[in-house]
């Protein structure tokens, strides 16, 4: 194909590779972007797929979607650490619903990240080396884009998504943090202690990665933030902003709830095998807390303090000695509209008077 036709056909798509897509932060948005401008540059190209690696705990790869009818991107996810099963090209034919699809790809099935396209005919040559070039343009932008994914999900593994977006946005200084509020939710597990002695570390391993799942699996689905683990223990919390107090503590209720049902399910397996049963105790509160980094100037933590949080971890440590497994604090109580049924009043260790506490049924 003559050089001089290359920028006439690709001005479009050439124009977004080298001064936009660089700026994009989303895959599924990049591969729109540009099979839109691909289709206005006369390409016929009826679907797409874009492919990278993902530095995540659970996905392998992540792949996103590109249908010509709809213009509409879905994300397909390669589940586990084979990524055979997240092959662009095999996902991309699935999808289409049909074997016949024409796919065009420039080294796909390998680590970096891919572009796959699909044609209901065999491309002609010219259209063939136009994609070629797409290809070799897009290697930049798409490399940047899986560089950041890669960051943003190993710092979303560690810190949290809220917190993430916070040192991601340029907040990874020692300085004043952030006051918000937030209903708050403790959890602790029972026994934890005489469980390390009498089993090897792999064991203690297992149950804790089983309780912390229970414990923020519910926790993330209501939309609440687990800001950190703490030797057997769990601080979460419900931030109030988008939503307001009573939504949030809502919400922690219907986390806790969720909770208690994993861990029956959990019981009633370790019952079946032998084990002993976990048990476990959840305080609820809601406060404002100061959020931001904390340490030394070379070694920082993402994390909360304040009053509230003090109280909170206070409130679960009667969980025990009053036998409940949840106690929530007369401010929680004041917002949630879940029943609450009334403890009485309690001294607490380090805070000036009595609290007034509430168990949630049982």
Partial sequence: MPSDLLPMLLAKSLSFLLDDAAHIGDGGRLL??????????????????????????????????????????????????????????????????????????????????TLVWAFDHTPDEAQSELLRQISRFAAAPMTALAERSAKRALLEAYLGKRSAAHVLNGHSRRVKGETIRAALLCADLRGFTDLSEVHDANEVVLVLDAWFDCVAGAVHAFGGEVLKFIGDGVLAIFPIG?????????????????????????????????GPEFGYGIGLHVGEILWGNIGTAGRLDFTAIGKAVNLVSRIEGLCKPLGRTVLASTAFEAETTEPMIAMGSHPFRGIAGAQTLFGLPE
């Fill in 242 to 274: 988008e939503r307001d107090a009573r939504a949030a503590c809502d919400a922690a209720v219907r986390a806790v709830k969720a909770t208690r049902a994993g861990i029956d399910h959990l019981n009633q397996t370790r019952r079946r095998n032998g």
């Fill in 32 to 113: 729109l972007q540009l099979s839109t401008h691909l289709m206005e540059d006369g390409l016929p190209i009826i679907a797409g797929a874009l492919a990278q690696d993902a530095q995540d705990p659970i996905i392998s790869r992540r792949i996103w979607l590109w249908r010509a009818p709809s213009r509409e991107v879905v994300e397909a996810l390669g589940i586990g650490a084979d990524r055979q099963n997240a092959d662009p090209r095999l996902v991309l034919r699935e999808w289409l619903g049909t074997t016949r699809a024409i796919v065009f790809d420039e080294g796909a099935g390998g680590v970096a990240p």
